[in-house]
Every structure is written in structure tokens, then in C-alpha cells.
């Protein structure tokens, strides 16, 4: 398979959005030409509550289910989700000002969008206990 030229932004959380600090947590990634939109995160709860002891990490995590399912589409993701995957990588990307910012959209070459998705996630999600992560999901289709 030729190379495809995929885009992904980087989940962070950052709880207090006046003091800019923030933790990756996840990565979106679209691959237009492989038919692909995905997402993968994980909340490592040792880490995120050593920062900020007192969050309460069930409405991130329902942010986080949110965004899941608008990747993969459907009825179930409400109006976004019947929306063509590059418009739902849009929306998913566009700036914030909740707990869950996406990074800029940077972008590359891949053979295969999950593997890289995988590998980016791997690469720029830091996680205690060597845990993979919460959640996968690739949404196919056009």
C-alpha cells in the first residue's frame, strides 16, 4: 500500500485553564485517503491526581466517550456524527476552552492509519504501569 498523508492533534487535559498546565491524554488522528478516524486516550489516575488531587475525572471521562463516538460515527454521535469524517476531525481539533484542548493539527505519511495512531499515541501519551490504553476506536468509511 502507498504511503497516505494522515493528520492528528494531541487530547490534553489541562483542569485549571487559567494556569495553562496541562498532561497529553490522547491522540486523534485522520486518514482521509485510508477512509479513517480514530482516537486513542487513557487518563493514568496516579499521575493526573498527583497534579491535581481534588479532580473529578467522571465528566473528562464522559468528554472522552463523547469524543469516541463522534470518531466512529452514526446516530448514536448525534448530528456530528452523520457528518464526513474530515468534518468530525475538524470539530474534534477545533480550539477550546474546556479541560480536553486539542494541540495543533500536525500531520505526516503512514502505510497504515491505526498503526500510527498506535505509535504516536505510544510515543507522546506518557503512562504509568505500562498500561496501553482506556480506549481505541477507528472509524472507517467516508
Same mark, same amino acid.
Given at each position: =500500500? ?9 487530547? *490534553? +487535559? ?7 498546565? !496541562?498532561?497529553? #491524554?490522547?491522540?486523534?488522528? +485522520? ?21 491535581? &488531587? ?6 473528562? $471521562?464522559?468528554?472522552? @466517550?463523547?469524543?469516541?463516538? #463522534? ?16 468534518? $468530525?476531525? *475538524?470539530?474534534?481539533?477545533? @480550539? $477550546?476552552?474546556?479541560? #480536553? %484542548? &486539542? ?11 491505526? @498503526? =500510527?495512531? @498506535?505509535?504516536?499515541? *505510544? %510515543? =507522546? ?9 482506556? !480506549? !481505541?476506536?477507528?472509524? =472507517?468509511?467516508?
Amino acid at each position: =500500500m502507498p504511503a497516505s498523508a494522515f493528520e492528528y492533534a494531541l487530547l *490534553r +487535559l489541562v483542569p485549571r485553564v487559567e494556569r495553562g498546565e !496541562q498532561i497529553n #491524554i490522547g491522540v486523534v488522528l +485522520l486518514c482521509r485517503q485510508q477512509g479513517f478516524l480514530g482516537i486513542q486516550f487513557h487518563l493514568d489516575e496516579a499521575r493526573i491526581h498527583a497534579l491535581w &488531587p481534588d479532580l473529578d475525572l467522571g465528566p473528562i $471521562r464522559e468528554q472522552l @466517550t463523547a469524543f469516541e463516538l #463522534i470518531c466512529a460515527g452514526g446516530a448514536a454521535a448525534g448530528p456530528l456524527g452523520e457528518l464526513p469524517i474530515y468534518e $468530525r476531525f *475538524r470539530w474534534l481539533t477545533a @480550539t $477550546r476552552s474546556t479541560m #480536553i %484542548q &486539542p494541540s495543533a493539527v500536525h500531520c505526516g505519511l503512514c502505510e497504515h492509519a491505526p @498503526t =500510527m495512531l @498506535t505509535h504516536i499515541f *505510544r %510515543q =507522546m501519551v506518557p503512562m504509568s504501569g505500562g498500561v496501553i490504553a482506556d !480506549q !481505541q476506536t477507528p472509524a =472507517m468509511g467516508l
